[in-house]
C-alpha cells in the first residue's frame, strides 16, 4: 500500500503517521501542502494531525484552502480513501469532505490522555479490523474536539451507520469527554471512503508504550 | 470602505467561552447577567466605493472562509 502523508505549515503528526504506516510494512510520501497533485498510484490520504496555521481563525479554515486540498477532494469524490486525524478531521469538515463540525472543548481545556473509544460501525474500510462494540483505547490531544452537528444531520449519520466512534469507559457505555454531540470522536462520509477521527491512532502502536490498538485502526486499510 | 464583520456561534450551539466567563461574572457577583456568547470580530479594509459591492464581496468571504455556517452566524456592518 502505498500512503499519502499531507503536510502543511504546522502539521506535527507527518512522522508519526508515516511511521506507523511503515511500521506495517507500507511505503509513505510526504505531500507539501503547496503541491497541486497528488502522487499517483497511491491507496490512501492521510491528513496528519499539528495545528495548521496555528489554528487561525478556525482550526482548519485555512488548510482547507490549501491547493493540495482542492486534488484531495477530487481524490475523494473519485472514491479513493481519506483519512483524517486530529487536526486531519477538522482541516476536511472545514472542506465539507465530512459532516458537522469541531468546536472548542465544552470544559475549554486542552485534553491530552489516553481514551477508551467504543467502535460504533465496523462496516467500512478504516474499522473493518476491530469489532463493533469492541473498546479501543487511543490517546487524545486537543483543544478543538467537540464534535457537533444539527438534529437533522445527526439522524443522517445514526441511519447510514457513519458513526464510526464513541468516547466511551471501559465497558463501552458513552462517556463525555469534550461535549461531543452523543460523545462522537470519529465519522465518514455517506460513501464511506472519507474517514475522521480526533484520537490519535499513530499513537497507539506499542503495548510497552500504552496501547497497541493503532495499528489495528491503520491495518483496516490493507483490505 | 470598511467592513466590520461579527461571528457568532448559532444560537442553540452551546458557547463554552461564553459560558465560562458568564460563570466568572457570577463568581464576581455580577447579578442579573442571563446570557454571555463570545464571538470574533474582524475588520476588512475594501478598496471599492460601493457600498453593494463592498456588501457583496464580504458576504462571499464570510460563506466561504470567514465564518463555519454548519455552527456560526454572522452579521456584516459597512461604513
Given at each position: 500500500m502505498k500512503v499519502a502523508v499531507l503536510r502543511f505549515p504546522g502539521t506535527n503528526c507527518e512522522f508519526d503517521t508515516q511511521y506507523a504506516f511503515e511500521k506495517l510494512g507500507h511505503t509513505t510520501a510526504l505531500v507539501w501542502h503547496e503541491n497541486e497533485t497528488l502522487p499517483t498510484d497511491i491507496d490512501l490520504v492521510v491528513v496528519p494531525g499539528g495545528f495548521s496555521y496555528g489554528d487561525y481563525l478556525r482550526s482548519g479554515s485555512i488548510a482547507r484552502f490549501s491547493p493540495v486540498m482542492k486534488a484531495v477532494s477530487a481524490y475523494a469524490n473519485d472514491g479513493g480513501k481519506v483519512l483524517g486525524i486530529c487536526n486531519g478531521f477538522q482541516i476536511l469538515t472545514e472542506a465539507g469532505l465530512l459532516p458537522g463540525a469541531l468546536k472548542r472543548n465544552n470544559n475549554l481545556h486542552f485534553i491530552s490522555k489516553q481514551q477508551n473509544l467504543c467502535v460504533i460501525n465496523n462496516d467500512n474500510a478504516f474499522l473493518n479490523r476491530c469489532k463493533k462494540g469492541e473498546v479501543l483505547n487511543i490517546p487524545i490531544a486537543h483543544a478543538d474536539g467537540n464534535y457537533y452537528i444539527d438534529e437533522e444531520g445527526f439522524k443522517e449519520l445514526e441511519k447510514n451507520g457513519q458513526i464510526l466512534l464513541r468516547y466511551s469507559d471501559e465497558k463501552g457505555e458513552p462517556v463525555v469527554v469534550n461535549g461531543s454531540v452523543t460523545s462522537i470522536a470519529g465519522v465518514c462520509n455517506i460513501a464511506k471512503n472519507v474517514f475522521g477521527l480526533m484520537?490519535?491512532?499513530?499513537?497507539?502502536?506499542e503495548a510497552i508504550l500504552g496501547s497497541e490498538d493503532g495499528l489495528r485502526m491503520l491495518k483496516g486499510f490493507e483490505s | 470602505m470598511q467592513a466590520v464583520v461579527n461571528v457568532f456561534l448559532k444560537e442553540g450551539v452551546l458557547d463554552p467561552q461564553g459560558k465560562a466567563a458568564h460563570h466568572a461574572l457570577d463568581s464576581l457577583g455580577f447579578a442579573g447577567v442571563s446570557d454571555v456568547r463570545i464571538g470574533k470580530q474582524i475588520i476588512i479594509k475594501l478598496d471599492t466605493d460601493d457600498r453593494a459591492t463592498a456588501e457583496a464581496e464580504v458576504k462571499e468571504m464570510c460563506e466561504t472562509l470567514l465564518a463555519n455556517t454548519v455552527i456560526e452566524d454572522y452579521t456584516i456592518e459597512i461604513s
Open positions: 484520537p490519535h491512532p499513530e499513537r497507539a502502536l | -
